[in-house]
């Protein structure tokens, strides 16, 4: 079977590897370079738990054609911490008792790094925007609202 | 058979491609082919892309506005010449799936999506594809109306008259999950007004057939007359006719049928 | 604000803990935030194969002929795995507790029961080429009337689902078609009431759509066992039910789950595992059978639908004198562990009140829709929806204020509970009041003032002479099945109707005839 070579960044480290054709970026990931951060919920496009950044934009990896991020930064929630220390949404997340079963935690965390990236302090409407393709199915959203506040407003709790 | 990519600069030689291939299929954003893919439809071997700039352009500076078939709705939410569509732009998938759905794409997209598609139609939008033999304009309802024989072509573009006030292009979806969720329908209406009649009605609906069709009945009620309570009960009354919605997970057949002239009632009247 | 009403059972435990209205971090927090928590399909294993399943295209089908020729040349197929290859291939959940018969094969046999129902399992290299295999097998269906509804499926001539149940409904002890409960004489209760209601009510299946789908991976371990990662939420319930279809002995298997990416009930049904260790033992590969969001919507179980009528009686004062239910759960096309369900029905119906006559019927019917399963309180949550509408609508007849109705009827310490067990630490009197406190709705002062602690037991806690019904099937005293049921024969036959005694003090064993009950086996447990 052909395969072709594909070079990307991956959390700011340059990867190759080699694809077989059609394979989604999400695969790549997880089975190619072994980041098991990305989940595989849908394939649809419907739930958000693949959801990673390509040059800082949130994207789905599930039904992103993995040779489209040739040359190109991709960022999953393995790349947001600063070495041994949890990024202020990982932190906020964990202070919120925003995770339950953790499935579609690393989805949530990518879009709402995607948000927090351009708008860092964002009112409640907006945040709920920003996870609306997100689908949390043991129903914690508003644990989840009050964490990407929280880390907005660098830990102190927003009304 | 494994899938084979196939990348090209030109959207010719794409096109090319795509017509001497019944298993080919072109890759917009990814949503439509990818999640076929996904699902394990082995009909698709061939992905198509073009790497043409053209296929990303935004042309809204003049009173015929164009858009590159590859043109995404996270693109046309940050134009602000674009405003009156930024509605039918917001109201499709999270924030990831518009960082990646096209507008070309959207022609394709089967109930329950296509809103956009919805809103286009409303607007008399022309499609350019480029074949096998050439290039050439097609208007949307033709497109919509062959396409399941269009997986061939290449769209180019698409290209409509900018509305020439705010209020005349009116946009609705009616989903059960806000902000985001399949349409249970979809509405969107240009209403030109000359003195105080309307002129050049149009109502587009979507998931109240296999495409988004044009209302025509509900256009014909509208057409020459005032937009006042009584044009907008007689093009309420009129909305259902020609449809033929199908039943899904979001809504029945039936339910579509009772709720349409509904809905086309408050999007006509500014109703929330 | 959360409140604790302590003092309402504080007799009942010594409540010293020490962690309520603390913060306590989850210990699997850090894992998750950081997407390091292991669920069964981040393993990654070399060689791993893909199996999918051809899925049947119809509701009810005889199969005439399967050809997996061409499907067994298809490229990257490793192995297409048929009916015949699985060693046991005819299951039920919960004949691990023996309880009912075995009713689905692994891989269907002579006949498919369901749309979606597996017939072949293709093991491949790739799930594209799963995908193309699965394209490339010929089934010859000879399509048969289905049933979809549970009314039709239990009239005469209604196509029979199951053959193991050819009646269309599950057996209980060998004998029942139903689940019955039967207390005091509702007919005649009826007859003298007020006013009769009468409604039906009706819940459609419920998918749990856990954002992680069913799936499993199964390897050969290097001594002789296989390790299987699994999104199984009853762990070992599901090492013994690959034991038992696979006819091994269950150490066998090393099973490794726990991290689920949501279950809700629907990762109870072991739908992977089996095929997937079987693909490993014919392959000598390891092997990855995951669900499609497709798959998972469509022919994942779901919470099963539940069409419920009830007839009550009211008396004008308010009290609810009878209530006949007649209930059925459709289990779809296997059992599961709808029978189980159905007994939740039926233990749930009279609800947390205080009626002298309860006449009901509970029906597990198989359907050929897709088999239900387990979801949060399944068997419960339909039934109480019922009864509190209900409610409602009784207190609007009679011209009473819903909340002060339920006080009314509210069963007390003391009462007797139509299953013949004495009512305990009730509180739904005090639930009601503070219910009606926090949302300012006004009660009547002598509502306000009613406890579950007075007035109970009593007349309220006898056990009122019991028709017995001509057409009952006979007792047929069944041979112990299990530890659970060691239970006398006896035990099914009505209490005798001792006049109750006031109820305090109240002796400390049980003193009304009632027995101690397990809810699947409806006998006494010790």
Not at chain 2, 53 to 79: K, N, P, W
Not at chain 3, 36 to 65: E, I, N, W
Not at chain 3, 237 to 249: N, Y
Not at chain 3, 406 to 434: F, P, S
Request: proline fraction near 6%; glycine fraction near 8%.
């Amino acid at each position: 079977m052909a395969k072709t070579a594909l070079q990307f960044q991956h959390n700011g480290r340059d990867v190759a590897i080699f694809v077989d054709g059609g394979t989604n970026l999400l695969v790549a990931l997880r089975e190619l370079i072994g980041d098991m951060t990305p989940k595989f919920g849908c394939g649809q496009g419907g739930c958000g738990t693949c959801s990673v950044l390509i040059d800082g934009e949130l994207h789905l990896s599930c039904l992103t054609l993995a040779e489209m991020v040739a040359g190109r930064s991709v960022e999953t929630l393995d790349g947001i911490k600063d070495g041994p220390n949890l990024h202020p949404l990982q932190r906020a997340f964990a202070d919120n008792f925003a995770a339950q079963c953790g499935y579609c935690t690393p989805g949530m965390l990518m879009a709402a790094k995607a948000l927090l990236d351009r708008n860092p302090q964002p009112s409640r409407a907006e945040v709920v925007e920003a996870i609306s393709g997100n689908i949390c199915r043991c129903t914690g959203y508003e644990p989840i609202i009050n964490a990407v506040l929280a880390a907005a407003s660098g830990g102190r709790a927003r009304a | 058979m494994p899938v084979t990519v196939k990348t090209f600069t030109s959207t010719h030689d794409a096109a090319a491609a795509l017509s001497s291939d019944h298993s080919a299929r072109y890759l917009g954003g990814g949503t439509l082919v990818m999640r076929a893919l996904n699902e394990g439809d082995i009909s698709i071997s061939t992905v198509v892309r073009a790497s043409d700039q053209a296929m990303t352009r935004v042309d809204a500076s003049g009173s015929r506005i164009t858009l590159g078939a590859g043109v995404t709705f996270a693109r046309i939410l940050a134009e602000r010449d674009l405003a009156f569509l930024h509605a039918p732009a917001r109201s499709i998938g999270g924030p990831a799936v518009r960082n990646m759905g096209t507008v070309g794409g959207n022609l394709f997209a089967p109930v329950p999506y296509g809103d956009f598609t919805v809103a286009m139609l409303a607007l008399d939008a022309v499609v350019s594809v480029q074949g096998g033999l050439g290039g050439r304009e097609i208007a949307l309802e033709e497109f919509l109306q062959s396409r399941d024989r269009q997986a061939g072509t290449l769209v180019l573009a698409i290209s409509f008259a900018k509305p020439g006030s705010a209020d005349a292009f009116r946009y609705r979806k009616i989903a059960r999950i806000k902000p985001k969720g399949g349409a249970v329908i979809t509405l969107a209406a240009h209403l030109p007004v000359n003195g105080s009649r309307i002129v050049g009605a149009r109502v587009a609906l979507g998931s109240m057939a296999p495409t988004p069709i044009r209302a025509r009945a509900a256009e014909r009620a509208l057409e020459g007359r005032a937009l006042d309570a009584s044009a907008i009960n007689s093009a309420a009354s009129a909305a259902v006719e020609g449809t033929s919605p199908g039943d899904n997970a979001l809504a029945s057949a039936w339910y579509r049928r009772e709720i349409v002239g509904v809905h086309l009632r408050r999007l006509l009247s500014g109703q929330e | 604000m959360l409140e604790l009403r302590k003092d309402l059972f504080a007799d009942e435990r010594d409540d010293n803990l020490k962690e309520i209205g603390k913060g306590t971090q989850r210990q699997d927090m850090l894992g998750h935030v950081t997407g390091t928590s292991p669920y069964f399909d981040d393993h990654k294993l070399q060689g791993m194969l893909h199996l999918k399943v051809v899925r049947s295209a119809h509701s009810h089908a005889r199969l005439r002929r399967i050809d997996t020729s061409e499907a067994e040349r298809s490229q990257g197929v490793r192995r297409v795995i048929r009916a015949t290859d699985v060693p046991r291939n005819l299951n039920t959940l919960l004949s691990l507790i023996n309880f009912g018969k075995d009713d689905e094969p692994s891989l269907a046999v002579d006949k498919v029961r369901y749309k979606g129902e597996p017939i072949v399992a293709i093991v491949a290299d790739s799930p594209r080429e799963a995908f193309e295999a699965i394209a490339k097998v010929k089934i010859d269906y000879e399509p048969l009337p289905a049933v979809f509804d549970v009314e039709e499926a239990l009239k005469p001539g209604a196509p029979v689902v199951n053959e193991v149940y050819p009646k269309n409904t599950f057996t209980y002890h060998e004998t029942y078609d139903r689940q019955q409960l039967r207390f005091g004489d509702a007919d005649r209760a009826l007859a003298t009431a007020d006013h009769v209601l009468e409604q039906r009510y009706q819940m459609s299946p419920i998918e749990h759509a856990p954002t992680e789908t069913n799936g499993s991976i199964a390897a050969p371990d290097t001594n002789g066992r296989y390790i299987v990662y699994t999104s199984t939420q009853a762990l070992f319930f599901s090492v013994d039910t690959c034991a038992k279809i696979l006819d091994v002995p269950s150490n066998t298997f090393h099973f490794i789950g726990g991290t689920v990416g949501g279950g809700f009930g629907g990762k109870v049904d072991t739908l992977t595992e089996p095929l997937c260790i079987l693909g490993a033992m014919l392959t000598g590969r390891p092997v990855r059978y995951v669900f499609g969001r497709e798959e998972e919507m469509q022919y994942g179980p779901p919470r099963g639908a539940e069409r419920i009528y009830i007839k009550d009686g009211v008396m004008r004062d308010g009290r609810v004198v009878a209530r006949k239910v007649r209930a059925y759960f459709d289990s779809g096309a296997y059992t599961r562990l709808s029978s189980y369900a159905a007994v939740k029905c039926a233990a749930h119906l009279p609800g947390p009140y205080t009626i002298p006559n309860v006449h009901g019927d509970v029906y597990c019917v198989f359907t050929n829709r897709t088999p239900a399963t387990a979801m949060r309180g399944f068997g419960v949550t339909a039934m109480d929806f019922a009864i509190e509408c209900q409610m409602d609508k009784l207190a609007h007849l009679v011209g009473m204020d819903p909340m002060e109705f339920r006080i009314l009827n509210a069963y007390r310490d003391g009462d007797m509970k139509a299953h013949r067990r004495e009512a305990k630490n009730t509180a739904l009197i005090e639930c009601v009041q503070v219910a009606a406190e926090k949302a300012k709705w006004p009660l009547r002062e002598e509502f306000k003032r009613m406890s579950s602690r007075k007035d109970g037991g009593g007349i309220r806690a006898a056990v009122p002479s019991t028709p017995r019904e001509s057409h009952a099937p006979p007792v047929t005293p069944s041979q112990p099945r299990t530890t659970y049921d060691r239970a006398p024969a006896a035990s099914r036959e009505p209490p005798p109707p001792p006049p109750a005694p006031p109820s305090p003090p109240r002796p400390s064993a049980p003193s009304h005839g009632a027995t101690r009950f397990s809810s699947v086996f409806g006998t006494r447990r010790r």
